[in-house]
């Protein structure tokens, strides 16, 4: 169970290599660090901060944090 986080987060550098998800969906800025969990999308650290002042609308984590397999799933 504790390889279970290292890879999941693995997997999530595999999505974040696709196609799309490689710059900001907001902006475009490159190699987004953010993502919003409720909208399915990768956002930069400053589009992130907006994405924090809707909280009822995206919620938003690092993609450096520990991704559970649930979060991970999501990005597909």
């Known amino acids: 169970?504790?390889?279970?986080?290292?890879?999941n987060?693995?997997?999530l550098q595999d999505v974040l290599v696709r196609p799309g998800n490689g710059t900001c969906a907001d902006c475009g800025n490159?190699?987004?660090?953010?993502?919003?969990?409720?909208?399915?999308v990768f956002v930069c650290q400053a589009c992130?901060?907006?994405h924090r002042s809707?909280?009822?609308i995206s919620r938003v984590k690092s993609v450096q944090e520990t991704?559970?397999?649930s979060e991970v799933e999501v990005r597909q």
């Open 48 to 50: 992130s901060l907006l």
């Open 30 to 40: 490159p190699e987004p660090e953010w993502a919003s969990l409720t909208l399915g």
């Open 67 to 69: 991704w559970d397999a």
């Open 1 to 7: 169970m504790a390889e279970e986080p290292e890879g």
């Open 54 to 56: 809707i909280p009822h």
């Open 9 to 11: 987060n693995r997997l």
